[in-house]
């Protein structure tokens, strides 16, 4: 079996209840097994240069650990099947507000980039809402492949705008 972190983002249609709805998904994947899940975070949303981070509600995140036979890209198309499901619409703009957002942030110490998935996900390394999570699942000492290790990437991301969400 395969050790892969998924990161869940959500800020519309009810975010928390898309968020742990998913997590029960992510119980069910075939040829998987939920190993752990981080605490619920409230993130501000991303946007792009220019753009009032007002214009969009603020997200739920969560990182998940799962165990997995399924290879990397199988265990995308099963998670882009979960946000389908919760109505997911991919209109091709970045940091849109979404229903549901799985990634694969880590799968074992795999590097892979082509046309459909990048391994580690392309954002790990300054992400706040990825980063804090993962270190409640992860050892500082995880070494992020091509990327360095979990405890340096945390000391260079602040965690201005992230709250941990403990109700």
């Given at each position: ?21 998913a997590i029960d998904e ?14 619920l975070y409230r993130s ?113 991301c602040s965690p201005e ?7």
């Open positions: 079996m395969i050790e892969a972190y998924i990161g869940l983002g959500a800020n519309l249609d009810k975010p928390r209840a898309q968020v742990m709805r992510l119980a069910n994947l075939p040829d998987s097994r939920l190993l752990a899940v981080s605490a501000t949303p991303m946007v792009l240069p220019g753009q009032d981070p007002e214009t969009q509600p603020d997200y739920i995140n969560a990182v998940a650990k799962l165990e997995t036979r399924l290879d990397p890209h199988s265990l995308l198309d099963a998670l882009q099947a979960i946000e389908q499901a919760h109505g997911r619409q991919r209109n091709g703009l970045s940091w849109s507000p979404r229903t549901l957002d799985l990634d694969i942030l880590l799968y074992a110490n795999q590097q892979l980039d082509d046309e459909r998935l990048q391994v580690p996900h392309a954002g790990i390394a300054v992400r706040n809402f990825v980063l804090y999570p993962l270190e409640e699942l992860a050892s500082r000492e995880l070494a992020i492949p091509g990327v360095g290790r979990l405890a340096d990437l945390l000391n260079r705008g992230l709250e941990k969400i403990t109700s």
